[in-house]
T-cell receptor
Framework: NAGVTQTPKFQVLKTGQSMTLQCAQD?????MYWYRQDPGMGLRLIYY???????DKGEVPNGYNVSRLNKREFSLRLESAAPSQTSVYFC????????????FGDGTRLSIL | GQQLNQSPQSMFIQEGEDVSMNCTSS?????WLWYKQDPGEGPVLLIA?????ELTSNGRLTAQFGITRKDSFLNISASIPSDVGIYFC????????????FGKGTKLSVIP
């Protein structure tokens, strides 16, 4: 009963390197999301995918790209990592229709030197 | 953008005490969600609220959707050590929305 699975759990990058964070859910949810969490802050939405084949920007999309690979998988890519992107990244999923509770993975802790 | 103000930011309580925390906004929200996050883990959904005035319980936790639709409250009764963590409120401000707004959290510490 995995729910939302994120890989890797930890990663250290150098400034300018690229990286793709992976997320998969097994709850048959249509909608998926990427957030970042910084110390003392709540979660901020980076991108979301309301359904397979669609993606939309959230509150803080700059410096990121996403791909909804299929219904189960939603990846987040940093093309040229910057120290300001050091954060904990969470993937979430929800049922269709909007205003649905979101279910979160355990996060990827990313440090950029 | 939308903002949710959570209070208190942190609290220390004795085991067995009841806890109250709240979340307020200057805007109307259609759905309120309460999450708990333990260190090194993702947020876990505790309670979801969909109607103004709604009162919902989950074990020792009770949450309410404020009548004005601009606030929500979470109460924990008879706290135990495993209640330690950060509690987040979150809300959707529109119908059919996919953009969830989060508060900054209330950090709860329980003294045995």
């Amino acid at each position: 009963n995995a729910g939302v699975t994120q890989t890797p759990k930890f990663q250290v990058l150098k400034t300018g390197q690229s990286m793709t964070l992976q997320c998969a859910q097994d709850m048959n949810h249509n909608s998926m999301y990427w957030y970042r969490q910084d110390p003392g802050m709540g979660l901020r939405l980076i991108y979301y995918s309301a359904s397979e084949g669609t993606t939309d920007k959230g509150e803080v999309p700059n410096g990121y790209n996403v791909s909804r690979l299929n219904k189960r998988e939603f990846s987040l890519r940093l093309e040229s990592a910057a120290p300001s992107q050091t954060s904990v990244y969470f993937c979430a999923s929800s049922a269709t229709g909007g205003n649905q509770p979101q279910h979160f993975g355990d996060g990827t802790r990313l440090s950029i030197l | 953008g939308q903002q949710l103000n959570q209070s208190p930011q942190s609290m220390f309580i004795q085991e067995g005490e009841d806890v109250s925390m709240n979340c307020t906004s200057s805007s109307i929200f259609n759905t309120w969600l309460w999450y708990k996050q333990d260190p090194g883990e993702g947020p876990v959904l505790l309670i979801a609220l969909y109607k103004a005035g709604e009162l919902t319980s989950n074990g020792r936790l009770t949450a309410q959707f404020g009548i004005t639709r601009k606030d929500s409250f979470l109460n924990i009764s008879a706290s135990i050590p495993s209640d330690v963590g950060i509690y987040f409120c979150a809300g959707y401000s529109g119908a059919g929305s996919y953009q969830l707004t989060f508060g900054k959290g209330t950090k709860l510490s329980v003294i045995p």
